[in-house]
């Protein structure tokens, strides 16, 4: 049914992300109240902080994601929730207040799992069709799978250690990007690609490439960025760098950095779509990619995919850049695809929930 309106709730990592979208994909109203820029000044995410954040806006995000879509909660026909994975105590703040709703307005409650959203929102963009293949990079996670149903994922890969973002904010506190005005209120990642096209020589610094020889579709990120601390700390010594300040290749730096990271996930890629391929996982002739998550807001790191499917023969989308990113849009779609599958959701105990640890 296209006139079905269902409200999003997202609190899984450090956003309190809203929305209200309906069944035809659109967005009627939404809001975000982000703790990026605090966590930046704290240098990392503090749980505890997080968390009460949380709690002081999750009202206030239902509410305003309401009135922007000038719908009271007695016309929405459910209510979707992040129940994992994520930071138990942040998800609790959402679904608290989620099955508060539910009750008190006698709304069914859709249980929806972060990751699956983030690949599925695409499909509210894009006319993409099952099965395809999803890359999701963000600072949490980084994972390749084929999805072949709203509920039906099959993991080829996954990140042995970090995940890319959370390198990438590591590497851009470390570099103390923060420092340059410009860059001091962007996530890491986005500093490190502000920095990389203000650079003259990208190949000025080697990094080691990830996992050349494995045959899986799995990633690795913490060789990298030992590599990028050694050259940083053989730089601040060359120019007897101290404090706050910058070593003078920084934008070099930055641009051999997200060059690896480009190459290291578009070669787990590239060997995700030849095992799809020989096992027969998409279709011949209808291979869609999909990245999503944080990091795929990355102009170079996306281009960088789009020619690696240009070569084998698959269409590399992406959600529009503020969808990537954590945001409530993508909990209610995939509480509208779940509603299209008419899934029964009565049976839902949200005290039982049991997220997986980030
Ligand atoms: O999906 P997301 O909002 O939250 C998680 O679930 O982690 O992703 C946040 C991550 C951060 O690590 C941030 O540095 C990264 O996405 N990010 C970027 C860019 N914008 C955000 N990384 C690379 N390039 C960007 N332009
Ligand atoms: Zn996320």
């Known amino acids: 049914d296209p006139s079905v309106t269902i409200l999003g709730i997202e609190t899984s990592c450090d956003d309190t992300g809203c929305a209200v979208v309906d069944g035809k994909g659109n967005v009627l109203g ?7 820029i605090l966590h930046l000044r704290y240098g990392g995410i503090n749980p505890l902080v997080a968390r009460d954040l949380h709690r002081d806006n999750i009202e206030l995000a239902v509410n305003q994601a ?4 000038k719908i009271n909660v007695t016309a929405i026909d459910a209510i979707a929730v992040t129940t994992k994975p994520g930071l138990l105590i942040s998800l609790q703040i959402g679904v608290k207040y989620a099955k508060y709703l539910s009750k008190s307005y006698n709304k069914p409650l859709i249980p929806i799992h972060h990751m699956e959203s983030h690949a599925l929102v695409a499909r509210m963009f894009y006319d993409i069709e099952f099965p395809f293949l999803t890359l999701l990079i963000s600072g949490g996670h980084c994972l390749l799978a084929v999805v ?6 099959l993991l080829l890969g996954n ?8 390198v990438l904010d590591k590497a851009a506190r470390r ?18 690609e502000e920095a990389a096209k203000c650079s003259n020589n ?13 045959r899986d579709c799995n990633f690795s990120f913490s060789g990298i960025q030992d590599a990028l601390i050694r050259h940083l700390l053989s730089k601040e010594k060359e120019h007897s760098v101290v404090g706050d300040r910058i070593i003078p290749e920084v934008n070099d730096l930055c641009a051999a950095f997200q060059s690896i990271i480009a190459e290291h996930i578009s070669h787990r890629v590239q060997r995700a779509v030849i095992f799809c391929t020989k096992n027969q996982l998409l279709k011949e002739n209808y291979k869609n990619i999909v990245v999503s998550g944080g990091v795929a807001c990355n102009d170079f790191i996306f281009k960088t995919l789009q020619h690696v499917g240009d070569q084998l023969n698959c269409n590399v989308l992406r959600p529009p850049p503020k969808v990537c990113t954590d945001n409530g849009i993508m909990i209610a779609w995939n509480g ?9 959701f009565h049976d839902v105990t ?3 929930i049991e997220p997986k640890a980030p």
Not at 159 to 166: I, K, Q, S
């Open 66 to 69: 309401l009135e922007k879509a």
């Open 175 to 192: 570099m103390k990007l923060r420092n340059i005005p410009a860059y001091s209120e962007l996530a890491g990642g986005r500093a490190i």
């Open 148 to 153: 072949n149903d709203v509920d039906n994922f």
């Open 350 to 352: 949200l005290n039982s």
């Open 30 to 36: 939404e809001s975000l109240f982000s703790q990026n």
């Open 202 to 214: 990208s190949e000025l610094f080697a990094f080691p490439m990830p996992l050349v020889k494995s």
């Open 159 to 166: 990140t042995l250690d970090n995940a890319p973002g959370e």
């Open 336 to 344: 509208i695809e779940k509603i299209k599958k008419k899934y029964q």
